[in-house]
C-alpha cells in the first residue's frame, strides 16, 4: 500500500525558487511523482503557494506560470477546507500552541489520513496528533561521534558564523543528553530566528519582505534587542500569547548561550 504524505505549501516553493539552488533540488527531488509517497495537499497549500510565488520570490513568477503549476497541483488529492477542518485547526492551535494557519496545515493532513507531514515551518520530528512532522531540508547524521566540549566564543558574528554557531548549539544540545524532540526544537526555533534575520523566514500572516535586520557584525547584546523586534513581527502575525512566548524565550536561549549566560540540559544563568 503506498503511503500518503501531505506536503507544506514551502516545500512546494522551495521547488520553483531560484533563490536557493540546493533547497530547489531537494524539494523536486521529494516533489518527483515517481516517489515512494503519494502526496496530498490543502486548498490552503495552493492559495497560498499561489500567493507566495507571485508576491515574494525574486524574482516573481508570472501569475499565468503560477496558474498553470497550480492546475498541475490540483491533480492530486486536495483536501477542502471546511467547517469542521476549521475547528480542528482551532482546537489543535490550543492544544499544540500553534498558529491558527500552521494547525490547519496539520488538521487538513489528519482529515487526510496522512502519518508524514513534510514541511520546514514546523519542529522536524514533532508530533501532533497522528502526524509526524519531517523537514526535508534537515541533514541527518547517522552516527553522533563523541566531541571535546564546545564553549561559544563570546564574540560578534556574521550571518555565516550565527549559522555555523547554530550547528555547534545542536551539538551541544545533543552531548548534553537533551531528547531527540528537545533537541529538534531547540534548534528549529533559534534556526527560524536566524533566518528572520535575514528575511529567509516569515510567520504566516507577517506582511513584511525583506530582510529586517543590519547585515552588521552583531554581538549577543545586540541579538536578543533582534529577538524583541522577531517577537513583535510574531504577535502582530496573529500567534496567540503563549506561542510568541515560545518562540522567543527559545531564540533567546540561543541568545544567551552565545553569550555564555545559558547552558543546555543545566541551569540557567543570571543574564
Known sequence: MTETCFVDTNVWVYGVDSADPAKRARARDVLNPGGAASLVVSAQVLGEFFYTVTRKLTPPLP??????????????????????????????????????????????????????????????????????????????????????????????????????????????????????????????????????????????????AGRPTPRDRVNATELGAQAKDYARVIEAAGLEIVTVDTYHRHAMFFVRWLGGAFRPGGRLGAG
Open 63 to 208: 501569475p499565468e506560470t503560477a496558474g498553470a503549476m497550480v492546475e498541475r497541483m490540483r491533480q492530486l488529492p486536495v483536501m477542502p477546507i471546511d467547517a469542521d477542518t476549521v475547528a480542528a485547526a482551532i482546537a489543535g492551535s490550543r492544544a499544540w500552541q500553534l498558529s491558527y494557519w500552521d494547525a490547519l496545515i496539520v488538521a487538513a493532513a489528519q482529515a487526510a489520513g496522512c502519518t508524514r507531514l513534510l514541511s520546514e515551518d514546523l519542529a522536524d520530528g514533532a508530533m501532533y496528533g497522528t502526524v509526524r512532522v519531517e523537514n526535508p531540508f534537515v541533514e541527518r547524521r547517522r552516527v553522533s561521534e563523541a566531541r571535546a566540549p564546545y564553549e561559544p566564543n563570546g564574540g560578534s558574528w556574521d550571518d555565516a558564523g550565527l549559522v555555523a554557531e547554530l550547528a555547534n548549539y545542536e551539538r551541544v544540545c545533543r552531548d548534553a543528553g537533551m531528547r531527540a524532540n528537545a533537541i529538534h526544537s531547540y534548534w528549529d526555533y533559534a534556526r527560524r530566528f536566524l533566518n528572520w534575520r535575514t528575511g529567509d523566514y516569515r510567520p504566516r500572516g507577517s506582511a513584511a
